[in-house]
């Protein structure tokens, strides 16, 4: 005769795998694959490509693709790269202009989320 605990294995092994699906987490707006590796890659770069910071780069994309539509994103990518790449004088536009300021300012706000749910 089998242990009744045995008979039981299979449903909590099923009750398991529903309670991860339902803890994934999908973010709010898509981001193309190539822009969430491309995230990925930098950020584990500039922690020396230690696997450990492989959860927390991964988080920290999906963090900010909860809050900010890929094209805000993408703007903010795109002026910030512009900001540090060495435009002296003419990057002043890049850094100063309004509309520079508002997009940087809701990437920053969505890195600051990052570094509170990110741990």
């Known amino acids: 005769m ?22 994934e987490h999908h973010p709010k707006y898509d981001y193309p694959t190539a822009a969430r590796a491309d995230y990925v890659i930098g950020c584990l770069a500039g922690n020396g490509f230690n696997r450990l910071y492989l959860q927390k780069c991964a988080c920290g994309i999906d963090t900010i693709a909860d809050m900010l539509p890929y094209d805000d994103y993408d703007k903010a990518a795109t002026l910030l790269s512009l900001q540090q790449g060495g435009l002296g004088e003419r990057g002043g536009m890049f850094r100063d202009s309004p509309i520079a300021k508002e997009e940087l300012d809701k990437l920053h706000q969505a890195e600051a989320e990052v570094d509170l749910r990110c741990k």
């Open 2 to 23: 089998r242990a009744p605990w045995i008979l039981a294995l299979p449903l909590a092994l099923a009750a398991i795998t529903a309670a991860r699906a339902d803890d």
